[in-house]
T-cell receptor, first 115, second 113 residues
Framework: AQKVTQAQTEISVVEKEDVTLDCVYE???????LFWYKQPPSGELVFLIR??????QNEISGRYSWNFQKSTSSFNFTITASQVVDSAVYFC????????????FGKGTMLLVSP | EADIYQTPRYLVIGTGKKITLECSQT?????MYWYQQDPGMELHLIHY???????EKGDLSSESTVSRIRTEHFPLTLESARPSHTSQYLC????????????FGPGTRLLVL
């Protein structure tokens, strides 16, 4: 069975602070894919990144960066110099090559960035 | 950029009414999904489809039903709405590979009185 744990239910920061959202996953598959989605107050889920299990390179996109470590089964997401517009719920998710490959989501982390 | 649409965006309806939530995508994706999201944020997969005439129940038992007669269309129906159905419903679609990203629609917020 697959599992994604986002231990941080809610994080509050002040604008311009850096913040890291944690994601720990469990899977027995050797090939799998990890995702991060952002859900702003308007409600839609916005895709941010996909990473496959064979690519452990960290990724940076503007103020966003992702740290994938297979050794600790973690796929953490860092926002540098946070802004009020970053306030949202962030979901980490996992799928694999086995079975019907539906997405397993974590329970989400609500990020509140205050001015 | 994904092109997936859901209507209505908001719906307030009385108990016992039949409702259909619409979901359409213009990307030619074979796979489509319905998620229910409770106020506590957690997402639950309630239905999915791997193509025309294919539908499967998800992880969370749901009293809703779905159909997939056309590739681009995946409507969800509640025969008799109840207050316990109050939730946000999110539709998604993806390509056929295991690695394919799911793209989500804007969601339907349903309130059953």
């Amino acid at each position: 069975a697959q599992k994604v744990t986002q231990a941080q239910t809610e994080i509050s920061v002040v604008e311009k602070e850096d913040v890291t959202l944690d994601c720990v996953y469990e899977t027995r598959d050797t090939t799998y894919y990890l995702f991060w989605y952002k859900q702003p107050p308007s409600g839609e889920l916005v895709f941010l990144i996909r990473r496959n299990s064979f690519d452990e390179q960290n990724e940076i996109s503007g103020r966003y960066s992702w740290n994938f470590q297979k050794s600790t089964s973690s796929f953490n997401f860092t926002i540098t110099a946070s802004q009020v517009v970053d306030s949202a719920v962030y979901f980490c998710a996992l799928t694999s090559n086995s079975g019907y490959s539906t997405l397993t989501f974590g329970k989400g982390t609500m990020l509140l960035v205050s001015p | 950029e994904a092109d997936i649409y859901q209507t209505p965006r908001y719906l307030v309806i009385g108990t016992g009414k039949k409702i259909t939530l619409e979901c359409s995508q213009t990307m030619g994706h074979d796979k489509m999904y319905w998620y229910q999201q409770d106020p506590g944020m957690e997402l639950h997969l309630i239905h999915y489809s791997y193509g025309v005439n294919s539908t499967e129940k998800g992880d969370l038992s749901s009293e809703s039903t779905v159909s997939r007669i056309r590739t681009e269309h995946f409507p969800l129906t509640l025969e008799s709405a109840r207050p316990s159905h109050t939730s946000q419903y999110l539709c998604a679609s993806s390509g056929v590979g295991h690695e394919e990203t799911q793209y989500f629609g804007p969601g339907t917020r349903l309130l059953v009185l």
